[in-house]
């Protein structure tokens, strides 16, 4: 089978993969989603604190304890918080760089010659975005936000940078490769 053939099945199966796995992310509840993250949290927390179990909070009757465990309480609550939407949002730039790359090579594979592959990619990510977040607004728990798209719009534009980085370092090393066995 020809090498072309072969990209374009393999990245036309990597885009529907890549798709459906944004899709079924975005399918997960507010607690799922919270707890997909809050797993990848701990994960990490564990990792470096060199720990698996969880930390256990003692609470005492005596009131000063109780109203500092509360002010300690909410510390942990807030940066609980920040850390999730944190991990939250890098997870949509990850995946839309993973996306990005795809897309791009995907594109690259059925329009070698056309300048405007990196657009289309670009394009196509940020349409699946918004879907994406369109999507979500039907999910219990789940909100639809611009920032969102925009975040996955960067992480679109990131892997496509990378790709084209990756291509005109190809080009320009069998250009070389050409001079030299012209020579």
Do not use: C
């Not at 919270?34 to 005492?60: H, K």
């Not at 309480?73 to 795809?102: D, P």
């Amino acid at each position: 089978m020809h090498k072309g053939k072969i990209l374009k099945i393999i990245s036309t199966i990597f885009v529907l993969v890549w798709m459906i796995t944004v899709f079924i992310f975005s399918s997960q509840d507010g607690t799922q989603t919270l707890n997909t993250s809050g797993a990848f949290i701990y994960a990490i927390e564990s990792t470096v604190n060199g720990n698996d179990t969880p930390q256990v909070e003692s609470y005492s009757s005596n009131k000063t304890d109780t109203v500092n465990t509360q002010d300690s309480n909410n510390e942990k609550y807030n940066y609980s918080q920040e850390l999730q939407t944190f991990v939250r949002k890098n997870a949509h730039y990850f995946l839309y760089t993973i996306g990005g790359i795809i897309l791009s090579v995907f594109f690259y594979a059925f329009f070698k010659e056309n300048n405007k592959i990196y657009l289309f990619a670009i394009l196509t990510g940020m349409l699946y975005a918004m879907s994406d977040e369109f999507h979500q607004r039907f999910v219990a728990g789940r909100t639809s936000r611009i920032t969102d798209i925009g975040i996955d719009t960067l992480g679109v534009i990131t892997g496509t940078i990378l790709v084209m980085i990756f291509i005109n370092i190809l080009k320009k090393s069998r250009k070389r490769k050409n001079l030299k066995m012209g020579e």
